[in-house]
């Protein structure tokens, strides 16, 4: 929940904000320093052998470092990928809780909607932003798809900074330096959702009395299978076996299918990041196809109990969502893409090179995942800053 300062900066009001971060963890030790460091530079396989010597919960517990990202347990990094989704909570004050919202995302996003509307907003969609208009190096307002303009003096931009910034907004109006970074930016992934209808719940043949299939329905039998269906993906070949993080929403919250009908979500990897620049459309299906016959092995009968089904690969997601490349979190979880680097070294305050331009996407601080923390952060830049240039009577500079 903190805004990340400008490390680096010898300017008093950035030099004021590392020292409040570096009093902050004033009560860290020695050995606290030591876990950190190991908690964002080991891999999540190594950070587990540390306490657990069962292969089978090991596993299970591998997949949270490796959801969205392109790399493998072995990988370095991953570890912080594992606690980046065990640390939140749905409100009910347990660290690392999880919730299934009823009506499905679609009614958070609503909610959203409604929240908005009620404090005076105007939400409009199908209006894609075309370009984001910059007068003199200060933000104007924005161009729609269909050529209406839009003036206004504060804008906040919560896509994908490669769409932001590198299509939205012409490259002359920043620093090449920071235009340079966002190229950079590593937006990779290799994930695949397959969505099904199916006309029964799936039955365990491990524990063929489990009937709560919404915690987790997992396809992932040691770390050994998760390694090779990511290295078989980093040698441009979809996985032979892949593994699948998988729900069953429709366990608690029937509004989502018709009666005696349930929705299985199944978020599985790895195929090729190349994938997000072609459809892939046979091997897409393919690969679906080894999903579910993986399923169908620990719960015969699964593959039959399918009605309909949905396969949406990285091409599908970048072109349908602007999720470049594909990745869930606009951009990867890794140690050099954090905190004071995300999206960008002395950008990382919900501030850009464009007065009066904020940014508040999955790729800001806080992010990725659905959270909310970027646009809270992004809400209190704003706050401070309209503060700031009523004392000064003018905008800060950022």
């Known amino acids: 929940m903190s805004i990340p300062p400008k490390l680096g900066s010898k300017s008093p009001a950035d030099l004021m904000d590392q020292l409040r971060l570096a009093w902050r963890f004033r009560g860290l030790d020695v050995r606290t320093i030591g876990d950190v460091t190991r908690l964002m530079t080991m891999s999540v396989v190594d950070i587990l052998d540390m306490f657990f010597e069962s292969d089978q919960v090991k596993t299970v517990c591998a997949l949270n470092g490796l959801i969205g990202t392109w790399a493998g347990p072995h990988e370095p990094g991953t570890g912080y990928v594992m606690a980046h989704h065990s640390i939140g909570d749905v409100g009910d004050g347990h660290l690392g809780s999880w919730g299934v919202p009823e009506g499905g995302m679609g009614a958070v996003a609503d909610a959203l909607r409604r929240a908005a509307e009620e404090h005076g907003c105007e939400v409009r969609t199908g209006a894609p932003v075309e370009r984001i208009t910059v007068n003199d190096g200060r933000v104007a ?122 929705i299985i979500s199944l978020f599985t990897q790895w195929v090729p990041h190349e994938w997000a620049d072609e459809p892939h459309a046979q091997e897409l299906e393919a690969y ?92 209190r830049q704003i706050q ?5 240039s009523g004392r000064t009577g003018r905008s800060p500079r950022t």
Not at 237 to 246: I, Q, R, V, W, Y
Not at 354 to 377: D, E, F, K, M
Not at 384 to 388: A, V
């Open 141 to 262: 307002g924005v161009v729609l798809a269909g050529g209406e303009e839009l003036s206004a003096p504060i804008v906040v931009g919560a896509v994908h900074p490669k769409i932001t910034f590198l299509r939205q907004i012409d490259a002359y109006e920043l620093p090449s330096n920071f235009v340079r970074d966002i190229e950079n930016w590593n937006t990779r992934s290799g994930v695949v959702k397959i969505n099904a209808a199916l006309d029964r719940l799936p039955v365990l043949t491990s524990a063929p009395e489990q009937r709560d299939l919404s915690g987790g329905v997992e396809l992932a039998h040691s770390i050994a299978y998760l390694e090779r269906a990511f290295e078989e993906a980093r040698s441009g070949a979809p996985a032979t076996a892949p593994f699948s993080d998988g729900v069953v929403p429709t366990v608690h919250d029937s509004s989502l299918a018709p009666e005696g009908v349930h």
């Open 384 to 388: 401070r800053d309209r503060r700031r």
């Open 288 to 379: 679906a196809d080894r999903v579910i016959d993986g399923y169908d092995a620990l719960a015969p009968g699964f593959k039959a109990s399918i009605l309909r089904r949905q396969v949406i690969g990285p091409y599908e997601m970048e072109r349908e969502w602007g999720l470049i490349g594909g990745n869930i979190f606009h951009g990867e979880l890794s140690a050099d893409q954090l905190f004071h680097m995300r999206p960008a070294p002395g950008y990382a305050d919900y501030r850009t090179p464009i007065r009066g331009l904020y940014q508040a996407s999955s790729a800001t601080h806080g992010g990725g995942g659905v959270c909310g923390i970027p646009g809270y952060n992004a809400f």
